[in-house]
């Protein structure tokens, strides 16, 4: 064949390929928004849980997300097609006994395909986004702050029942879980919490423990309760001054107070005041240290997303390629082993620039399959020299009388 009937030929299936891509793209257009939500199940289990939610900023966005996500799916799903055409157009320079790999060809490569989508959409991705969308000291107080919560929330339960022997125990664990002086992050000189914030914690605590206390030791208790009511009135008022030194001291004058509504239980009920100012304290930290919020939008997350996927997809693809190239007499293995070490630095460049985190943990987990798939197609190219070698001189040898 000529050139120009290699190009015609070329721009044939080409068109084959882009009439697979339109259709099938079409065809995934119905599922779309499904799709894209198993897309996004990655970036949305990151989020912290009351912030799961994608944005859009314009009014098309949404239709143009939906859009490409058909047209990704009909590329992803005109993958046996494409190595069909491929192998179409280069079989025609091989020999008989190399196009009955046609069909192997063909399904090894789409099984290669999916195999790389499957493990970015199940191992890189969950890693990434849970890197990229977390701060490491701001998850692990978060995780304590909420196991407090809870606690605090029985404690105060115990409290309204009148139990205030178990509402102390249940404190004393809860404020031994919330213990944080030996974390490094709460030593940082850089990470400062706001006072504000630590003393309306402190208020709204001070609150629910009198409302607890008043119904767990009912009329008898009115009195002293009154008194602690109206120092926490006096702590309100310091801290709209913004003097919160005076607002601190008032309201430890309200918890003191407090204690006198159960003489048998001071010890107890200055625990479970202990426990109010600890999460007081943790909840301005945990401000202090989460000062930026994530915003994604939904476009920006499908093409990083996509990205990653195609990109493991082709790169699962290597062996395949590698040994087709081998196949035709492109490539050689001694001159893979040659430059093996160029090879390994180029899938080191190449999984830095693709991996958008900087950790060390994502460039290994992108690296360490390139260059084992570089490794396959190496090891595939020089099976295949040998097979055909063998072969070669297997038909060279003449028989004998």
């Not at 882009?18 to 499904?34: D, E, H, K, M, W």
């Not at 490491?136 to 115990?158: C, G, I, M, P, Y």
């Not at 605590?205 to 309760?225: C, I, K, S, Y």
């Amino acid at each position: 064949m000529s050139l120009a009937e290699h190009l015609t030929e070329l721009r044939g299936r080409l068109l084959k390929c882009t009439f697979a891509v339109l259709i099938l793209g079409a065809v995934s257009l119905i599922f779309a928004r499904p799709i894209f939500g198993l897309l996004m199940k990655p970036v949305l289990a990151a989020l912290p849980p009351g912030g799961r939610a994608l944005v859009y900023t314009s009014g098309i966005e949404e239709i143009n997300v939906l859009m490409k996500v058909g047209l990704y799916c009909g590329i992803f799903l005109t993958t046996p097609v494409i190595l069909w055409q491929i192998w179409g157009f280069v079989s025609p320079g091989l020999y008989p006994e190399e196009r009955r790999y046609a069909s192997p060809f063909v399904f090894l490569g789409s099984v290669a395909f999916v195999a790389g989508v499957v493990f970015c959409y199940l191992v890189i991705l969950p890693s990434m986004f849970q890197f990229l969308l977390n701060e490491e000291d701001s998850t692990a107080l978060e995780q304590r702050l909420d196991t407090a919560k809870l606690r605090t929330e029985d404690v105060l339960r115990f409290l309204r029942v009148g139990d205030a022997e178990r509402a102390g125990q249940l404190a004393k664990e809860a404020a031994t879980g919330l213990e944080t002086s030996g974390d490094p992050q709460l030593v940082d000189p850089e990470v400062v919490p706001s006072e504000a914030v630590e003393m309306s914690a402190r208020l709204d605590g001070l609150g629910q423990l009198l409302d607890a206390a008043a119904e767990g030791f009912g009329a008898p208790a009115r009195l002293v309760l009154r008194q602690a009511v109206e120092k926490r009135v006096v702590a309100v008022e310091a801290f709209g001054r913004k003097d919160f030194a005076a607002a601190a001291s008032a309201m430890d004058e309200a918890a003191s107070l407090l204690a006198g509504v159960a003489p048998t239980r001071t010890e107890e009920l200055a625990r479970m005041w202990k426990l109010q100012k600890e999460l007081a304290a943790g909840h301005a930290r945990h401000e202090a240290l989460s000062w930026t919020r994530p915003m994604l939008t939904m476009d920006e997350q499908l093409s990083l997303v996509l990205v990653l996927i195609l990109a493991f997809g082709v790169i699962f693809e290597l062996p395949l390629v590698m040994a087709l190239l081998g196949i035709v007499g492109v490539v050689q293995s001694k001159w893979l082993f040659k430059y093996q070490r160029h090879a390994f630095v180029v899938c080191l460049i190449l999984a830095a620039v693709l991996t958008p985190t900087g950790d060390v943990v994502n460039l290994s987990l992108m690296a360490g399959p390139m260059l084992l798939c570089y490794e396959m197609g190496v090891l595939a190219v020089w099976m295949i020299e040998r097979r055909r070698a063998r072969n070669e001189a297997a038909t060279s040898i003449t028989p004998t009388s």
